[in-house]
Every structure is written in structure tokens, then in C-alpha cells.
């Protein structure tokens, strides 16, 4: 079963993400610290861990980038219109329901 993002705490998703960028760069730093005159089956394993390190990299650059999308669009929708957009319709369904309470009352 999966989650939509929408359905997942921002601050937990961005410390998740956080988190798993510094692992990685844990794991990137092991690799390149490996013997490189090694035998063929441990070259072969680092070759295999770069690519899986590689597409995580990929995963995770998307996930930073829709991340901070969101938080950007978070910022950009406080200017207050929307708000008072709001308020305004709000205002209005108040009247109307008030309008037509007054007239059904005998």
C-alpha cells in the first residue's frame, strides 16, 4: 500500500528526505573509498551499488524538487487574497442563508 505525498506530514517527508540524502552521501563516500585493484566480484558489486546509488540520487533530486515546490507554493499562497476571496463568499452564503431564513419565518 502506498501513500500519496498529499497524505504525508511535509515537515516528516522533508527531514525523510534529508535523511536519505545524507545516507547516500555516506554509502557514496564508502564506494569511492573501495580498494579499486580488487578482485572482480567486489568490482562488481560497487558497479552494481553506483547504480542503485544512482538511481536514488535520481529519486531523491525529484523529490527534493517537488518538495520544494510545494514549499514555495505554500509561501506564495499566503499574500492574503485568497483569504479574503474567502471571506468574501463566505459572507455571501451567510446573507443568502440568512435572507431566506427571514423569509420563511411566518
Same mark, same amino acid.
Do not use: C, F, Y
Given at each position: +500500500?502506498? +501513500?500519496?505525498? /498529499? &497524505?504525508?506530514?511535509?515537515?516528516? =517527508?522533508?527531514?525523510?528526505? !534529508? !535523511?536519505?540524502?545524507? %545516507?547516500? &552521501?555516506?554509502? =557514496?563516500?564508502?564506494?569511492? @573509498?573501495? $580498494? ?11 558497479? *552494481? #551499488? ?5 538511481? #536514488? =540520487? $535520481?529519486? =531523491?533530486?525529484?523529490?527534493?524538487? &517537488? *518538495?520544494?515546490? %510545494?514549499?514555495? @507554493?505554500? %509561501? ?8 479574503? /476571496? ?11 442563508? *440568512?435572507?431566506?431564513? #427571514?423569509?420563511?419565518?411566518?
Amino acid at each position: +500500500m502506498t +501513500m500519496a505525498a /498529499a &497524505e504525508l506530514n511535509p515537515e516528516w =517527508l522533508d527531514m525523510m528526505v !534529508k !535523511k536519505l540524502i545524507t %545516507v547516500l &552521501e555516506a554509502q =557514496l563516500v564508502a564506494v569511492a @573509498k573501495a $580498494d579499486p585493484d580488487g578482485d572482480a566480484k567486489s568490482r562488481a558489486a560497487d558497479a *552494481r #551499488t553506483l547504480s542503485a546509488l544512482e538511481r #536514488t =540520487l $535520481d529519486r =531523491l533530486s525529484r523529490l527534493e524538487r &517537488e *518538495r520544494a515546490a %510545494v514549499r514555495e @507554493k505554500k %509561501v506564495a499562497g499566503h499574500d492574503g487574497n485568497e483569504r479574503q /476571496a474567502l471571506e468574501r463568499r463566505l459572507d455571501k452564503r451567510l446573507a443568502a442563508i *440568512r435572507k431566506s431564513a #427571514t423569509a420563511k419565518k411566518p
